[in-house]
């Protein structure tokens, strides 16, 4: 008789692993536990079932023929598919890990790893989906702070005339900030929301992106125009906050967050 571990847990999940004494006895498992589990062995059919938007969470193997599993999630998530992804590697390194998240992955385990904690990290992402789907502000796909706007379905930022270029992990964290503009964010919900995890993540991580997210919006061409000043400051020893200052010249107007759900 299936557990109730399941109850807070997606029921459709795409696994997605090329060897069969790995993938059968993973996908009996979950299926005991309440789980529907539909399981291919190829990339490209992979990202194909993946975007038919079906499911719930993907299990997806690094190492996977006709496409690996990292250039799968970053088409998926340039697809702008905000499925949950647990990548699976077994890839000791830490640099295999990072450049796993950096492509889009919300979540790793490393083989091997025990079936306890593949259900326990399940649970941890839906919980976590689910909080973020629940919240009225984070359905919203059209969002703005000045002149900087995002649009989270077509995954596509610009600031001014400028369309931004940014890897995933800056772009989720763009969209955090935006969500919360004007307020600290701290750096534990930056590791939550942007990494999936508090504990995978190194402070040194965090300043990284948040320098690279910096730099990409200091270098844009506003072509001389007047346009709104965003900037990401620095809340020492708690977080970070997306502020907005007007024009040269204009007076000072006060910050508020702003989202729309159309343009």
Do not use: C
Not at 1 to 28: C, Y
Not at 195 to 222: C, E, F, K, M
């Amino acid at each position: 008789m299936p557990s109730t571990s399941a109850s807070l847990s997606p029921e459709q999940v795409l696994f997605i692993e090329d060897e069969a004494d790995v993938a059968g006895p993973i996908k009996r498992g979950l299926e005991e536990e309440g789980y529907r589990v539909s399981w291919t062995t190829e990339g490209e059919e992979g990202l194909a079932e993946a975007l038919s938007g079906s499911y719930d969470i993907l299990i997806v193997d690094w190492r996977l023929p006709g496409m690996d599993g990292r250039t799968l999630i970053e088409r998926l998530r340039r697809e702008g598919s905000p499925t949950p992804v647990l990548m699976l590697t077994a890839l000791q390194d830490v640099d295999h890990r990072v450049a796993g998240l950096d492509a889009g992955a919300d979540d790793y385990l490393t083989k091997p790893f025990s079936f306890e904690e593949l259900l326990a990290r399940l649970r941890a992402l839906t919980r976590r989906s689910s909080r973020d789907s629940s919240s009225p502000d984070t359905q919203k796909t059209h969002l703005k702070a000045g002149a900087l706007t995002m649009d989270t379905a077509r995954r596509a930022a610009r600031y001014g005339p400028s369309p931004l270029d940014l890897r995933p992990k800056a772009f989720r964290l763009l969209e955090l900030l935006l969500r919360q503009k004007g307020t600290v964010v701290t750096r534990t919900t930056i590791a939550e929301r942007v990494w999936g995890s508090p504990y995978d993540v190194t402070a040194n991580a965090i300043d990284v992106t948040v320098s690279s997210l910096r730099q990409v919006l200091q270098s844009v061409d506003l072509a001389g125009e007047s346009l709104t000043t965003v900037s990401i400051e620095t809340e020492r020893g708690v977080g970070y906050r997306l502020t907005v200052s007007p024009p040269p010249g204009d007076p000072p107007q006060e910050a508020s967050p702003t989202t729309s759900d159309s343009d």
